[in-house]
């Protein structure tokens, strides 16, 4: 097993490396880093949609002075003329890649890549199972509002059920000390999320008061077959709209991964609200990624 030199999630980090890469990202914000990848050939392959993850993974690469090979699907050999995924990894082995970042529909997918591959692998989303530097970078976020988020309440609504942001986050919140409420109706947030540091609220109005956090999910509607409520019923009960907004502590911060549905999850009027931190997660993610980069590259 080659796995603890990848990051497939956030389990593979422990608390001192959390902190590594919440420093490294502030350092490389307030100063742009020598080229501590050069001659380090790193390889993304998206088997799923990405505009997002997909850039900001390209543009850390870059940054650390990388060498960056993007790999599509139907760039892939193995898929059209009958080789074995693991062949193909074996054959890129050979070509001394050092990273290979993987996103795919299939969950544990990058852990089969990362069992294969002598590099390091990085989970960049797969299937509803995780998502680390999404959650390391909402983290990062949420951290520099608050300094820390010990107790602090991080509200995550919507379709928990296939999010893997909301799988790596609740985890990553859980270590932080944070206390997370789940809002949702029961089909996105089942009972069995409840327990350590995690409670569930069905009704999105009862937490608007107290939380510091409102991280707003988009339903994954290409992961399951029929919408278990309606659209209206929905959006009635768990959209960020106006009337909702104004009861909105000051202080609070609203988020949302991206992509974000207008309409649905959120009203216009949430992005131009003074709390919203969309920009800034998106930012943070490139030096987030730069600095997971940095850390599996170049140690602590
Ligand atoms: C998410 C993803 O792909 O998991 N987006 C992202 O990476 N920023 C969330 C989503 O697709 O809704």
Known sequence: MRTRRSLLDLDDLGTEEFEEIFARTAAFESKPPERRLAGIACVNIFFEPSTRTFTSF????????????????????????????????????????????????????????????????????DGTHAHPTQALLDLYTMLEEFGSLRERVVAIVGDVLHSRVAHSLIAGLRRLGAQTVLVGP??????????????????????????????????????????????????????????RLARVRDATIVMHPGPYNRGTELADCVLAFAGWRYAKQVLHGISVRMAVLDLLINGS
């Open 58 to 125: 390209n543009l850390a690469e870059l940054r650390l002075g990388a060498d960056v090979v993007n790999l599509t699907p139907t760039d892939l050999s193995y898929l059209h003329k009958g080789e074995t995924i693991e062949d193909t990894i074996v054959t890129l082995s050979a070509m001394g890649i050092g990273v290979l970042v993987v996103r795919h529909p299939e969950e544990g997918f990058p852990k089969s890549v990362a069992m294969n591959f002598d590099g390091h692998v990085i989970n960049a989303g």
């Open 186 to 243: 029961e089909a996105f947030v089942p009972e069995e999320y409840a327990g350590e540091g995690v409670r569930i609220e069905r009704s999105f109005d009862a937490v608007l008061g107290s939380a510091d956090v409102i991280l707003l999910l988009r339903i994954q509607r290409e992961r399951f077959v029929s919408m278990p409520i309606s659209d209206e019923e929905y959006k009635r009960r768990y959209c960020l709209d106006e009337k």
